[in-house]
């Protein structure tokens, strides 16, 4: 069987097991209620909902990674690029690992879609308001939200587990014990039920209080977002990874002097023990204002050299230079403002046929599941504009250093990563931020 009759006729029972469950679930969801009201009318927003989720996200998120697959796999039967033969095919088999998970992933989060709008969040709301009913609305509210919340992750978890102990660990990418793992996933618990629970209350009084809440609420949240920003490298950052000043003084040197010559004023030059959790390679500059500093992997020292380094910090500056942060807030501000325009718009009804009152808890669960159909068809936009970011800071980073020097440094990278260096032009459009190496290499005029 040639790939394309594969791909067909998993598309076939992908078609046929939705729609049996989508059948099977409108049975039971018309069995539950049918004692309660007449919902014909509800019956057709939910499913309207459902084809909604699963024709605008799922199934083109399906078709992208089916079209990703196809294409590495016969880019693994051309001769290796940029990586050794070896690391070649282990690179495609690893991507291909990936999008199996991922099209796997998909084809769960469809189906939990259709189990909370069938008759999840009847029941979780239904719970609510029978044993709470002593409880502030606002309390009530919020706790309907972290409840919600905490199913979304417990579901999401065993994908997290396999993907850190068994696909990546399969390939000896992560470097991850169950302790880190446990010590990890209770500190993001608790960091999420702190700071959910301060978002929702924020939100869910908005809500309730303000006429034109979704625009209130998307101004809110927006500067939550970046107040986060501006506090991760000092408060959060520093819970999962131990942040160590740099200690080579020769390299140090080098990377002040670069710092001064742009302007860029940092608050330190940070060594993190990121190889506790994986061997990859990365750099990056963290925090906004005076909070901002330059974050190197343990990695990075080890295995690039101190003119590759300076060429890929020189690249990250081009970032700072060109403003790219703040063109990335404005950006997620229209996402954000999207996906308020949008539920602030919903008809009532929609809120009904879910088994949900009208208030500002049901309205935070809702935007929740829409999230990923507004963040799906953004992705193309964002994407366009991080590329031709990229590009630009490719640029000026081989202006601070060279091109061929950066070029070195980007195929050590992707060497180091095992990165495969070529993907379906679909896929690049709808989920690429960078140009795919090869292009990278190309603009600096490398032989490959």
């Known amino acids: 069987m040639n790939h394309n ?42 499913i309207l909902f459902i084809c909604l989720f699963i ?3 799922t199934l083109p998120s399906i078709i992208l990674a089916i079209l990703q697959t196809r294409h590495i796999k016969a880019e693994l039967r051309k001769p290796a690029v940029l990586l050794e033969s070896e690391d070649y095919i282990l690179a495609g088999k690893y991507a291909l690992a990936s999008l199996h998970l991922d099209i796997f992933s998909k084809i769960v989060e469809a189906l939990v879609f259709i189990g909370w709008v069938s008759f999840g969040l009847y029941m979780l709301n239904s719970q609510i308001e029978t044993f709470l009913t002593h409880i502030n609305p606002l309390w009530q509210g919020v706790i309907l939200v972290l409840r919600f919340m905490l199913i979304e992750g ?13 696909l990546d660990k399969k390939f000896h990418f992560s470097n991850q014990t169950p302790s ?20 929702a209350t924020l939100l869910i009084f908005i809500i309730e209080n303000v006429s034109l809440w979704w625009i209130v609420g998307f101004i809110v949240l927006l500067a939550v977002v970046i107040l986060a920003n501006f506090i ?46 994986d061997g990859r390679l990365n750099a990056y500059f963290g925090g906004l204002g005076k909070n901002k500093r330059v974050v190197l992997f343990d990695t990075l020292l080890d295995k690039i050299s101190a003119d ?18 703040f063109k990335n807030i404005i950006i997620m501000a229209c996402v954000l403002f999207m996906l308020f325009f949008v539920v602030g718009h919903l008809p009532l009804q929609l ?33 366009y ?4 970011a990229e590009y630009a800071a490719d640029e000026f980073g081989a202006d601070i250093s060279s091109k061929h020097c950066l070029a070195n440094a980007l195929v050590r990278l992707v060497n180091e990563n095992k990165s495969f260096p070529s993907s379906h032009p679909a896929y690049i459009f709808f989920y690429y931020t960078h140009p795919p190496l090869l292009q990278r290499l190309k603009a600096l005029d490398y032989e490959i």
């Open 308 to 325: 590759g380094l300076i060429a890929i910090l020189g690249h990250e500056l081009g970032h700072f230079k060109h403003n790219d942060i």
């Open 154 to 166: 417990a579901i999401n978890l065993p994908f997290s587990i396999y993907k850190t102990f068994g």
């Open 55 to 57: 024709c605008f996200y």
């Open 351 to 383: 809120f009904d046929a879910l088994g949900l009152t009208y208030n500002g808890a049901s309205i935070l669960i809702m935007m929740i599941l829409i999230s990923p159909i507004i963040s799906f068809w953004f992705m193309p936009i964002i994407g």
């Open 232 to 277: 991760y490298p000092t408060l959060i950052a520093p819970l999962f990874n131990t942040f160590t000043p740099l200690d080579d003084d020769n390299l140090k040197s080098r990377i002040e002097s670069l710092l001064n010559s742009i302007g860029f004023k940092s608050n330190g030059i940070f060594v993190i023990n990121a190889s506790k959790h």
């Open 180 to 199: 880190i793992f446990i010590a990890d996933l209770c500190k993001t618990l608790l960091l999420s039920l702190i700071l959910g629970g301060i978002v």
């Open 5 to 46: 009759e594969l791909g067909v006729k998993s598309l076939l029972i992908y078609f046929f097991c939705i729609f049996s469950l989508i059948i099977t679930l409108k049975l039971y969801h018309i069995l539950l209620y049918h004692f309660i009201k007449e919902i014909t009318l509800q019956n057709t927003f939910i």
């Open 385 to 388: 504009f991080s590329r031709k």
